[in-house]
């Protein structure tokens, strides 16, 4: 008796590389590197910023960020959305009253008036956010969402039920770290910098795959075709047959320090998606 191996029905050959990025996001990519398929003989081929952002920010208007301190217009009132200045010189007042120019609208200097108060707007004079500085500082970076690829990929030709699935990320710091930056205000200067703390890839099945670091790339002719991979794999592999899209987000932590203060900024990005076909493994007897 003679056992032949046999693929449930044709590969699919996909009209070339490529992915879709999330919707609203178009800096995303994959890419096609010929990778084969795990599982598979060695050899050859067998013919892919949502970003959280942690704590709120101090100042906002209309649901936007904007500065709490701008140097043309003075200091930022959350209550009602307006930037205040003292006016130098001053106008003449009366006693125990000040003239400030106020902008309204979220600093729109279409919308300046001068306003006589007897008292600081909230937040007048406050010194400078060493947070609001640390935006700033991510702000001047780029923290670029994964750049994936898988194995098997569809247009390289499918896996097989139950056979291991390698997936890695480019390994740049733009994609995972680290990155400085820092930014200085009125005498502040707070520093930063930006890691991956881990990549959550999902596979498309309803399962998701954490891995520490970009992974392996994997390769038909190396020493581990055919094998897991070694950081970064889906092991058990799909239970059933089908095409499923796989994706990947990168969560950053950007550290801050400056003004005795120090925190933690959330961020992450998300991939554009890959397709990986799977078909049966048929065993046929003779």
Not at 65 to 87: A, H, M, Q, R, T
Not at 162 to 167: A, I, K, R, S, Y
Request: glycine residues 16%; hydrophobic residues 30%; negative net charge.
């Amino acid at each position: 008796m003679v056992l032949l191996l046999a693929l449930a029905g044709s590969p699919v050959h996909a009209a070339g590389p490529g992915g879709d990025c999330p919707p609203g996001q178009n800096d995303c990519n994959v890419w096609d590197d010929d990778p084969g398929v795990p599982g598979g003989p060695g050899g050859g081929s067998t013919g892919g910023g949502g970003s959280g952002d942690g704590a709120t920010p101090k100042c906002q208007w209309d649901g936007r960020v904007i500065p709490c301190y701008d140097n043309l217009l003075g200091w930022f009132n959350n209550s009602d959305g307006c930037y205040y200045k003292l006016e130098e010189p001053q106008p003449e007042a009366p006693d125990g009253k000040q003239w400030y120019l106020r902008t309204c609208n979220g600093g729109d200097l279409g919308d300046q008036s001068e306003v006589l108060l007897d008292a600081p707007p909230p937040g007048y004079g406050a010194p400078p956010d060493p947070e609001e500085l640390a935006r700033r500082a991510l702000a001047s970076i780029s923290l670029l969402p994964p750049r994936i690829a898988v194995a098997p990929r569809r247009s390289k030709g499918p896996g097989l039920v139950g056979l291991p699935v390698w997936m890695w990320a480019s390994s740049g710091p733009g994609y995972f770290g680290p990155l400085t930056a820092s930014a200085s205000d009125r005498g502040l200067t707070v520093e930063i910098t930006a890691q991956v703390d881990r990549i959550v890839w999902t596979m498309g099945d309803g399962q998701k795959v954490t891995c520490t670091g970009p992974g392996t790339p994997y390769a038909a002719d190396g020493p581990l075709a055919g094998l897991t991979s070694p950081d970064c794999g889906y092991d058990p592999g799909y239970a059933r047959a089908g095409t499923y899209r796989v994706s990947a987000t990168t969560f950053w932590t950007v550290h801050w320090s400056g003004g005795g203060e120090s925190g933690d900024i959330a961020q992450s990005r998300v991939s554009g998606t890959v397709p990986v076909q799977i078909n049966e493994l048929q065993v046929v007897a003779r």
